[in-house]
C-alpha cells in the first residue's frame, strides 16, 4: 500500500498493481480492466504475462466475469475457463493465451466502479479462500491508488494547458505594449516640437517599461518580482520601428 500511494503516474500505478497482484496470489498472469464510459466496454489498461493479442480483447459493460464483478461488487471465481458460460472470451483466445482458471476481483472507490483485476491460473483448479480475501483487499487498496493517480494526471494537464494558454496571453500582451512604443518613438522622431517629441518620447518610456514589468511579472514566479529586477531589466524601444515592418 505505501509502494502504491507514494507513486502518483498513472501507467505506473497500472504496471505495479498488475504486477504485485500476481505476485501476492501467486499467479502466472493479470489483467487490470477498466470501465470506458464514452466506449461502453470494458478493456485491458495493463497487463503481466499476457499475449498481444488477448489483451486487446474487450468486454461490453455488465458482460461476462469482469461484468459480472462489476456489477455485484465482489469476487467472482471460474475454476475450469474452457468450460465456464460466464467467460465470454472466444475459447481458442482462452486455449491460445493458455489458462485453465481465473477470478476476478472489483475496484472501487467511494462507491464507484472503476474497473477489476482478473487473476489467471495455467491449469484448471480451485482457489482458497485466503487467495481471493487477499487479492480482493489489494483491490481495495489499489482503486485508491488509481484513483489519485487519475486525479492528480488531470489537474497536471490542466495546469499545462492553463500555462500554455497565459505564456500565449503574455506573449501577446508583451508585443502590442513594445508596438505601441515603438509607434509613439516614431511619431516623436515626426513631431514638430521639442515638447511634443519630448512627451512623445516619456510616453514610450513609460509603455515599454510597462512591458518590461508585465514580462518579469509574467516568468518563473508568476504574479510576483522585486524592484531591484525592475531598476536593472533594460527597457527596449526599437527605433528603427516602421509600420511596414
Request: glycine share 8%; aromatic share 4%; proline share 3%.
Amino acid at each position: 500500500t505505501r509502494t502504491l500511494v507514494s507513486n502518483l503516474d498513472l501507467q505506473s500505478v497500472l504496471a505495479q498493481i498488475v504486477r504485485q497482484a500476481a505476485e501476492l496470489t501467486d499467479m502466472e498472469k493479470a489483467a487490470i480492466w477498466r470501465v470506458d464510459e464514452e466506449r461502453k466496454l470494458l478493456r485491458i489498461v495493463s497487463s503481466y504475462n499476457l499475449g498481444p493479442r488477448y489483451t486487446q480483447h474487450t468486454l461490453g459493460l455488465g458482460k461476462g466475469v469482469v461484468g459480472l464483478t462489476l456489477e455485484t461488487r465482489a469476487p467472482v471465481v471460474v475454476t475450469d475457463a474452457l468450460n465456464d458460460e460466464r467467460l465470454q472470451a472466444p475459447r481458442e483466445l482462452i486455449a491460445e493465451e493458455g489458462y485453465g482458471a481465473m477470478f476476478s476481483v472489483p475496484l472501487i472507490v467511494g462507491g464507484r466502479a472503476l474497473g477489476a483485476i482478473s487473476l489467471y491460473s495455467a491449469e484448471p483448479r480451485e482457489f482458497t479462500q485466503e487467495q481471493v480475501g487477499l487479492a480482493f483487499t489489494f483491490g481495495n487498496q489499489a482503486a485508491i491508488a488509481l484513483e489519485n493517480a487519475r486525479l492528480f494526471e488531470e489537474v497536471r494537464d490542466g495546469f499545462e494547458t492553463k500555462s500554455l494558454l497565459l505564456q500565449e496571453l503574455h506573449h501577446r500582451v508583451k508585443n502590442n505594449m513594445q508596438t505601441i512604443a515603438s509607434l509613439l518613438t516614431l511619431q516623436a522622431r515626426h513631431a514638430k516640437t521639442d515638447e511634443a517629441a519630448s512627451l512623445l518620447k516619456l510616453s514610450a518610456g513609460r509603455i515599454a517599461g510597462m512591458a518590461r514589468v508585465h514580462d518579469l511579472l509574467s516568468q518563473e514566479n508568476v504574479g510576483s518580482t522585486t524592484i531591484g529586477a525592475v531598476i536593472e531589466a533594460p527597457i527596449v524601444v526599437d527605433p528603427t520601428f516602421s509600420c511596414a515592418g
